[in-house]
Structures are given as structure tokens and as C-alpha cells.
């Protein structure tokens, strides 16, 4: 329960439902724990206890009584549950936000650490949880305790006016003995919870990895063992599961048994202290009154030892502390438009132990075009995810016009960079919404006018839904090369002084390339362009190649002095172009 406190806040902006709930709850608390025992005090005794005749209005008024207090009853009953699964979906509500908003906070290297399932599990099966725990814990969160309050009192009231104070010690007695076991299991369960839901993690990941890795699964014929892992995983799940249930179902049997045991001894107590029927109803009545909601609190309790083991694993996400933030406004420095100087100090960077990155110095001039080579590892994409700062460098830093990046606001540091990454995300929805990315407020001529640019419009509005067509429907899933395309028409919608492209290293067909090649020359135009060159023949758009080899800047020059003056480069292009003609003319022709 506690867990779930700090999330009080969220109610703020639905303190009249709440308070309205409350008061629903203790209508419905005192019309359940204190009159229905009232009404067996008075009612019984007038139809049966002493004698006395009465007329058919009194003995109607009477026995109106009864369906009075239960309409009561329900209807303020009915009014708690509403209003209090109100607010409890509001809250609900606020943490599903607060694990959202933090996903997109993040930084994007810390997705290379975890698991996509496991993520979209916390998302889905534990805030089902919460959500569960949250609905069904709100059905009695008020009602019990303030029943067991309002039954309680009027079984102090009847023990003291009857001089029976076996009964309340009798109900005393009953309340700590009911503590053992919620305790007890309620540990247990929240262990096995926490494991079943780590569990159902590792079920959705296993789940992501048969779906984005179905071609690897069967052309390496992976199946049966994906299957194999697949079955245990679900019998661990199934295993904690059962425990879960166990636990959870074990508790409301053990408080009847503890509370039937302080009924019979009740019985024990009133043929003791010969005490009248009359006398008696109304206590037992109290008495049962009182140990229902005990009950009830208890199965409360494993709701939320449940749901607590839920809510730890999205908290897990919600408390991470981002570790690239903006600086605040007071440090903040404004950038409007940049003129596209780039320069890089001295910067080093390492994912954990080994340096990725050492002492790399470079200066790019506005409107300077660059191509970044070096071997596989050699640290290039991470060199580019440290201008619009999804990585921060360890010592060092990383300057746009003369500003270090990490005293802008991401507002206007990324404003100003455009990005085509060498597998473009098309996201849900139309090809036109997947453009506009760039641009939110763009017209449908300017959405046209960039895909244009980037030799996709004629493709797309060659599809009989145009630019109306979704982008991941079937049969109209794009090539690599097309997503490129969609990818660099974002770009220039969104006309950023500075580009970053990480070129596609699977191969293109030779009219793809050749048509990305040309919406890259007219892109590349009026910005400053870092592009990370897998295909040396995009190596003629650009003024100047850095050559990186083990996160170290070894060499910077144009293609001719390289192939002069660096032999990693010459060794480079010659793998590549499979020739040892490397004049001008042949990398042209590449
Ligand atoms: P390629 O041409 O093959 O794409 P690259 O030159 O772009 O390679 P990077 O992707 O920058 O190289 O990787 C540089 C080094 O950093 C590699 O050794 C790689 O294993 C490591 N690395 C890259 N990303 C991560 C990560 N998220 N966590 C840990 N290590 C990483």
C-alpha cells in the first residue's frame, strides 16, 4: 500500500470525486457495520421478542426497515466503487504518462542495454497490473476499513450497554491472529509476483526476437530451438503463475478459518453467560460484520503486494536518472539558425572500459561536406551520435558555431540537424504523415515538393492510395532504398543547416542508388554534411574525407591526397573498388 502513496498526488486534480468517494464509503460503512446490526437489535425483538401486538402500519414500517438500509447501502455503495475506480484510472492514467514521457526522454543509447519485450511487457502486463490492483483494491479500499470501524463501534457500544465485554475482546483477539497470515503470504507473494512478471518479460522478448528475427530463425533453421527456449520460458511463467495463485487464493480460507474460530467461540461465550437470542443476534451480527471486512483487508493487502511487485518494475524505468539533459534556463545558450560550423575538441568516448573514441580534433567549415571512412569498429556512427547528443563525449567537447552542445537546449540543438540513418523508421500511418515527420505543419505541396527532391514522389503516388497509403501495409512494404528516400525527403522538409547521413550499407539496386545519389547532391547543396561513406562513389559529393581507425582521426584530406598519403584509405578504396585504377576518372565512374 505504501508503494502506492507517493502516486496520492496524481488525485489532486480529482479531489471532489475523491472526497466524494470517501463520503459514498462511509454511508455505505455505517449502513452496513452499524445499522444492519442495529436493525437485528431493534426490529427482532419488536416482531418477535416481547409479545406485544402491533398494527399492520407499525409492523409494515418496521419491516421497511430492512430494504431501507440496504438501498441505502447499495446505492452509496455503488456511488464509492464508481467514483474511487474513478480516480484510481486517473492514477493509472499518470504512471502509464510518466513510463511513456519517460521513453522518450532518454537518451537512445540506453535502448542498446535493454530488451524491447521486456520494455513493451512493463508497458502492457505490469501497468495491467497496476491497473488491476488499482480497480480492484478501489472496491473496498474505503468501504472495509470504515465497515469494520462502524461494525466495531457498535459492538463496543452493545458490550458495554449488555455489560459483554467477552465479545469485544473476543473480536480484538481475532484481528491480530488474521495479521499472521496476511503477513506471512503477503511477503511470499509479492517475491513471486516480482518473478512472474520478470518472467512474462522474458516471454515478450522471445516473443520480438521470433518477429524481428524471422528470416535469421529459418534460414538457419533455428525453429525447434526457438520453440524449445519458447516452452521453458512458459513453464516458468506457468510455474510462477500457479504460486502467484497459490498465494493469493490461500489467505481469504485462512482468515475464515481463524475468524469461524472466534464465532464458535462466541457461542461458547453467550451459552456461558446465558445470554438471550435477543441479546446474541444483534452481536453475531456485529461480530460477522466486523471479521468480513478483516477478511477483505487481507485479500486487500495481497492485491497490492501484487501490484506493488508490478509498479517496482515500472518504477525501475520512471526513476532512472536521464543522464543527457538539457542544461536549465538559466545555463541554456540560444542557437537560431546555425551557420553550420562544426568542431570537434580533443574528444574521447568509451560504451564501457575500452575508448571508442581518443582525442579526436576536427574542424568542418560552414557548408563543408565531409565523408568519415575507416573499418567496421572503427567508431564512425559513434563519432556522429555525439553532435545532436545521443551520446555525451567523456572529456573533450563537441561545438556547433562555436557553442558546446551540451549548453544548448535540445529544442535548438536539434532544430538545426537533420539525420538519415542507414535503416529509416517508417512509422504507423500514412506515407504523407511519415514525411511530415520532418515538418509537422507542412503542406501537403510542401510534403510533395521534399519527396520530390528525394526521387520518391513518382513511386508513391504510383500506388493507387498515393500518398494516402499506409506505410507498413502489406504488399506495399518499401525497400531499403526507398526508406532511404522517404528518409531523406524528411530531410528536406525539415531544412536544417546540418545533415548527418549514415549511408545504407546493404546493397541498393543500381536505380535506387543512383537516385539517392542524386537527392543526396541536391540535399548536400546549401548545408553542412557529415556522411558516413560505405560506397565510395559517394565520396564525390563531399570536400574533404576524415579517415578513423580505432576511435582515432589518422588522416583528413580529399580522395586524391589520401590515396597518396594514407594507406589505410588506399587500402580502403582499393577492397572496395576491387582495382587498382584509383584516378579521378575511375571514381567517378564507381
Ligand atoms: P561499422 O562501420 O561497422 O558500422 P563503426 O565504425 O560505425 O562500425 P561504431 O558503431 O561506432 O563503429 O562502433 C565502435 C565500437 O563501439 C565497436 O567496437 C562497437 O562494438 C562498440 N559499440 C557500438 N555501439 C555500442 C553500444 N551501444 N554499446 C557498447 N559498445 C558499442
Not at 97 to 126: C, Q
Not at 500 to 518: F, G, H, P, R
Request: charged share 20%.
Amino acid at each position: 500500500m505504501n508503494a502506492f502513496l507517493p502516486y496520492l498526488k496524481y488525485l489532486r486534480p480529482f479531489r471532489f470525486h475523491f472526497w466524494m468517494a470517501m463520503l459514498a464509503g462511509v454511508v455505505f460503512a455505517v449502513s452496513s457495520g452499524f445499522s444492519l446490526p442495529m436493525m437485528a437489535d431493534k426490529v427482532f425483538p419488536k416482531l418477535f421478542g416481547d409479545g406485544q401486538q402491533m398494527d399492520g402500519v407499525t409492523v409494515a414500517l418496521v419491516a421497511m426497515g430492512i430494504p431501507l438500509v440496504f438501498a441505502v447501502r447499495a446505492i452509496s455503495g455503488f456511488f464509492n466503487v464508481y467514483l474511487i475506480n474513478y480516480c484510481g484510472v486517473r492514477v493509472l492514467e499518470a504512471i502509464r504518462l510518466k513510463f511513456f514521457s519517460k521513453i522518450l526522454d532518454v537518451e537512445p543509447g540506453y535502448f542498446s542495454n535493454s530488451r524491447t519485450g521486456d520494455l513493451v511487457s512493463r508497458m502492457s502486463a505490469d501497468t495491467a497490473l497496476v491497473q488491476l490492483t488499482l480497480t480492484e483494491a478501489a472496491n473496498d479500499l474505503i468501504r472495509q476499513p470504515l465497515t469494520l470501524l462502524a461494525a466495531v463501534s457498535f459492538l463496543i457500544y452493545k458490550s458495554v450497554s449488555d455489560q459483554q465485554f467477552a465479545f469485544i475482546f473476543l473480536c480484538l483477539l481475532v484481528v491480530p491472529a488474521c495479521v499472521f497470515p496476511v503477513r506471512a503470504l503477503g511477503k511470499r507473494l509479492f517475491r513471486k509476483a516480482k518473478q512472474q512478471q520478470v518472467e512474462q518479460g522474458d516471454v515478450s522478448n522471445l516473443m520480438t526476437e521470433a518477429v524481428s528475427g524471422a528470416r535469421e530463425i529459418r534460414i538457419f533453421r533455428a525453429e525447434a530451438s526457438f520453440l524449445e527456449r519458447f516452452q521453458r520460458k512458459v513453464a516458468d511463467l506457468l510455474h510462477s503463475q500457479m504460486r502467484v495463485i497459490r498465494y493469493f487464493h490461500m489467505l481469504s480460507p485462512s482468515i475464515e478459518v481463524i475468524s469461524s474460530a472466534g464465532v464458535s467461540m462466541a457461542f461458547v461465550v453467550a451459552y456461558m453467560q446465558g445470554i438471550t437470542l435477543e441479546t446474541f443476534m444483534p452481536l453475531l451480527f456485529a461480530l460477522y460484520m466486523s471479521y468480513e471486512p478483516i477478511k477483505k483487508i487481507g485479500v486487500l493487502s495481497s492485491r497490492f503486494h501484487r501490484g506493488k511487485a508490478a509498479l517496482e518494475r515500472l518504477e525501475e524505468i520512471t526513476n532512472y536518472a536521464v543522464s543527457i539533459c538539457e542544461p536549465g534556463p538559466d545555463r541554456a545558450v540560444a542557437l537560431e539558425r546555425a551557420q553550420g560550423e562544426i568542431v570537434f575538441k580533443d574528444v574521447s568516448f568509451a560504451y564501457g572500459q575500452e575508448p571508442t573514441l581518443e582525442g579526436v580534433s576536427f574542424r568542418i567549415r560552414p557548408g563543408e561536406k565531409i565523408a568519415v571512412v575507416g573499418p567496421s569498429g572503427a567508431g564512425k556512427s559513434t563519432l556522429i551520435q555525439l553532435i545532436p547528443r545521443f551520446y555525451d563525449p567523456a572529456s573533450g567537447s563537441v561545438e556547433i558555431d562555436g557553442k558546446d552542445v551540451r549548453d544548448l537546449s535540445f529544442e535548438d540543438l536539434r532544430r538545426n540537424i537533420a539525420i538519415v540513418l542507414q535503416e529509416p523508421v517508417l512509422f504507423a500511418g500514412t506515407f504523407e504523415d511519415n514525411i511530415r515527420l520532418g515538418k509537422p505543419d507542412a503542406t501537403t505541396e510542401q510534403v510533395e515538393e521534399a519527396a520530390r527532391k528525394a526521387h520518391i514522389h513518382e513511386f508513391i503516388v504510383s500506388l493507387p492510395m498515393g500518398y494516402k497509403t499506409e506505410a507498413g501495409e502489406r504488399g506495399t512494404q518499401l525497400s531499403g532504398g526507398q526508406r532511404q528516400r522517404i528518409a531523406l525527403a524528411r530531410a528536406f522538409l525539415k531544412d536544417a543547416p546540418i545533415l548527418i547521413m549514415d549511408e545504407a550499407t546493404s546493397a541498393l539496386d543500381s536505380e535506387s542508388e543512383e537516385k539517392i545519389q542524386l537527392a543526396l547532391s541536391s540535399l548536400f547543396e546549401h548545408v553542412t554534411g557529415i556522411m558516413i561513406a560505405h560506397r565510395f562513389s559517394s565520396i564525390r559529393f563531399v570536400d574533404r574525407v576524415l579517415v578513423l581507425d580505432k576511435g582515432r582521426l589518422v588522416a583528413s584530406g580529399t580522395h586524391t591526397e589520401l590515396m597518396e598519403s594514407c594507406s589505410l584509405y588506399r587500402k580502403l578504396y582499393l577492397n572496395q573498388a576491387g582495382t587498382d585504377d584509383a584516378t579521378p576518372e575511375a571514381l567517378r565512374a564507381k
